[in-house]
């Protein structure tokens, strides 16, 4: 996932390390488009038009990508890997002029039919999963951890991170939220106790060309980097999959729109836009 991980767990009883690395392996080999031999790298170069059967936690993924993408009216896709692609982010270096992907770009290139757990996709239209499938890695050691009767551990890929239980001392798995470098907001401290945490932090990857700045957060309506000042989002929720696709879906949204959808749908969100600090209701009753 061209990341770190790391796993902490109490009186497991189990070889924890196994069953984390095993998740990865199942989800790199469903979802990764970094592995050639993936499900998701297969269909992005099988012929359009057909219809492929997916993996049960592939589909997971894309049926919970499919319910953000029409809440966030469009604002989260996972079919942007045309975008990616063409400016570097994915699996190769991209291109001298990514701005032409736009011309070829299509946000309504996919299908996905979840009874039969089978994907289509059109010309000109690849997937990629790295808005959310890392936040499903985190859920999906949890799951298998506590299938194997581990209660109380910390899992962390890459900044999302998932708690369950309690740590050694009796404490919840207290965690700081990473801030942006140039916001002068105190980070939080979090108790994550049966909770997910997952940040989007839009000042960490991005491209110069020509002395401009852009983000490597995608609009897929405009088939473009963004170009607003929201610099950090982060979401608290019970699965860490949705908090990370949420929190992809707001970076896109931009301050105003998110913090509207963050109410109506009772989503704990922090957003850091221009240095300034802003928290959702949900948020804001967590420390009380």
Not at 40 to 53: I, K, Q, T, V, Y
Not at 198 to 204: D, F, K
Not at 219 to 236: M, Q, T
Request: negative net charge; contains cysteine; charged residues 20%.
């Amino acid at each position: 996932m061209g990341t770190n991980w790391s796993l902490h767990a109490v009186a497991a009883g189990v070889d924890v390390r196994a069953i984390a690395e095993q998740a990865f392996a199942d989800v790199i080999g469903q979802m990764s488009q970094w592995e050639p031999r993936s499900e998701l790298s297969r269909f992005n170069n099988a012929a359009p038009g057909r219809w492929h059967e997916i993996s049960p936690e592939f589909a997971r993924v894309m049926d919970a990508s499919r319910d953000i993408q029409r809440l966030s009216g469009g604002a989260f896709d996972p079919g942007l890997g045309v975008l990616t692609e063409a400016w570097g982010y994915g699996a190769g270096t991209g291109g001298d002029h990514p701005q032409a992907a736009s011309q070829i770009f299509s946000p309504k290139g996919w299908d996905f039919d979840s009874e039969s757990k089978r994907i289509k996709r059109q010309n000109g239209f690849s997937l990629d999963l790295s808005g959310i499938a890392k936040g499903f890695a985190v859920d999906l050691v949890a799951e298998r951890l506590l299938a194997a009767s581990v209660r109380h551990f910390l899992i962390e890929i890459g900044g999302e991170l998932r708690g369950e239980g309690i740590d050694p001392s009796g404490q919840p798995w207290w965690v700081d939220i990473a801030m942006p470098p140039t916001c002068d907001v105190p980070p939080y401290r979090l108790a994550l106790h049966d909770l997910s945490i997952a940040t989007s932090g839009n000042y960490q990857r991005g491209r110069v060309i020509n002395d401009a700045y852009y983000s490597h957060s995608f609009d897929p309506k405009l088939g473009a980097p963004i170009r607003h000042n929201v610099s950090s989002v982060s979401v608290i929720h019970r699965s860490c999959m949705m908090a990370d696709g949420w929190a992809t879906a707001l970076t896109i949204m931009g301050r105003s729109q998110a913090m509207a959808l963050a109410e109506q749908h009772q989503l704990a969100v922090c957003i850091i836009d221009g240095g300034h600090e802003f928290i959702s209701a949900a948020w804001r009753a967590m420390l009380s």
